[in-house]
T-cell receptor, first 112, second 116 residues
Framework: DAKTTQPPSMDCAEGRAANLPCNHSTISGNEYVYWYRQIHSQGPQYIIHGLKNNETNEMASLIITEDRKSSTLILPHATLRDTAVYYCIVRVGGSGTYKYIFGTGTRLKVLA | DGGITQSPKYLFRKEGQNVTLSCEQNLNHDAMYWYRQDPGQGLRLIYYSQIVNDFQKGDIAEGYSVSREKKESFPLTVTSAQKNPTAFYLC???????????????FGEGSWLTVV
């Protein structure tokens, strides 16, 4: 199964961009990369996903390297409410059986 | 509103008892999943189901059982064989893989299970 590796924790000043890296060096060509975040004791919230091209939505931007071995989630102007655990995950499987593999995530703390 | 409903939010279990956590979705999703989360840890996959009447074991299926008799429902039973069941349990769903290649997985709000 493709695995993801993330730093366990990061700090970011309020109003600055938060750049969260993820390594997924074993990802295969048709597997998407997803980002979710989880605030304590709640269900994870979807942020963004991508396959090859960079993606942007109202929450964040996703930058995927050309070789697809790593990606970076960018929160352009972090606020205190962005403090959460951020998960980079991949969907693995084939032939009708897929599952989403979560790593341990990055605990982002936005500082006032 | 469409979404995933888990119940109960908090559940206490005595040693040796089986308990069932409910998960219902009205998103018309084919695939459903159960994850376990221990304090300060990531999510681990227990069971998943791609279609009705079919399901597969995840990474930590021992001591758990599931059923998928209806598309909307995917209950998880924590049996007495699960030696350390105290955890946060998350149910999720996604559009069936055959309908979209970039499926997003949606989560419920979770259920806390404590053994007393």
């Amino acid at each position: 199964d493709a695995k993801t590796t993330q730093p366990p924790s990061m700090d970011c000043a309020e109003g600055r961009a938060a750049n969260l890296p993820c390594n997924h060096s074993t990802i295969s060509g048709n597997e998407y990369v997803y980002w979710y975040r989880q605030i304590h004791s709640q269900g994870p919230q979807y942020i963004i996903h991508g396959l090859k091209n960079n993606e942007t939505n109202e929450m964040a931007s996703l930058i995927i390297t050309e070789d697809r071995k790593s990606s970076t989630l960018i929160l352009p102007h972090a606020t205190l409410r962005d403090t959460a655990v951020y998960y980079c995950i991949v969907r693995v499987g084939g032939s009708g059986t897929y599952k989403y593999i979560f790593g341990t995530g990055t605990r982002l703390k936005v500082l006032a | 509103d469409g979404g995933i409903t888990q119940s109960p939010k908090y559940l206490f279990r005595k040693e040796g008892q089986n308990v069932t956590l409910s998960c219902e979705q009205n998103l018309n999703h084919d695939a459903m999943y159960w994850y376990r989360q221990d304090p300060g840890q990531g999510l681990r996959l227990i069971y998943y189901s791609q279609i009705v009447n079919d399901f597969q074991k995840g990474d930590i299926a021992e001591g758990y059982s599931v059923s998928r008799e209806k598309k909307e429902s995917f209950p998880l039973t924590v049996t007495s064989a699960q030696k350390n069941p105290t955890a946060f349990y998350l149910c999720a769903s996604s559009i069936g893989l055959l309908r979209s290649s970039g499926n997003t997985i949606y989560f419920g709000e979770g259920s806390w299970l404590t053994v007393v």
